[in-house]
């Protein structure tokens, strides 16, 4: 059983930064293929972004030049950077890990972007 837990969450003016963190339990960390979605009040949860164990990327055109997701492998942790925040990027953020076939997912993280 694989558990995620994500932090960083938070209030933010419009145009500021935000980085969120994923940690994961596991032994294979370096193999998981691991995102962020968010789900905003009355909307369906969305794909945000996401990078491979290899390091490839892919991105929400909407956030692609604002947010950078990253790894790091021997702290077991994701990361999402996010700059130039509008109030439309409020949501709740979730880690997520695909792994052999399986979903797994963080508890959520709470975003708030205010004008």
């Known amino acids: 059983q694989v558990q995620l837990l994500e932090s960083g969450g938070g209030l933010v003016q419009a145009g500021g930064s935000l980085r969120l963190s994923c940690t994961a339990s596991?032994?294979?960390?370096?193999?998981?293929?691991m995102g962020w979605f968010r789900q905003a009040p009355g909307k369906e949860r969305e794909f945000v972004a996401a990078?491979?164990?290899?390091?490839?990327?892919d991105y929400l055109v909407s956030v692609k030049d604002r947010f950078t997701v990253s790894r790091d492998n021997a702290r077991k942790t994701v990361y999402l950077q996010m700059n130039s925040l509008k109030p439309e990027d409020t949501a709740v953020y979730y880690c997520?890990?695909?792994?052999?076939?399986?979903?797994?997912w963080g508890q959520g993280t709470q975003v708030t972007v205010s004008l």
């Open positions: 596991g032994r294979t960390f370096s193999n998981y293929h």
């Open positions: 997520h890990a695909y792994i052999s076939g399986g979903d797994y």
């Open positions: 990078i491979s164990w290899s390091g490839d990327t």
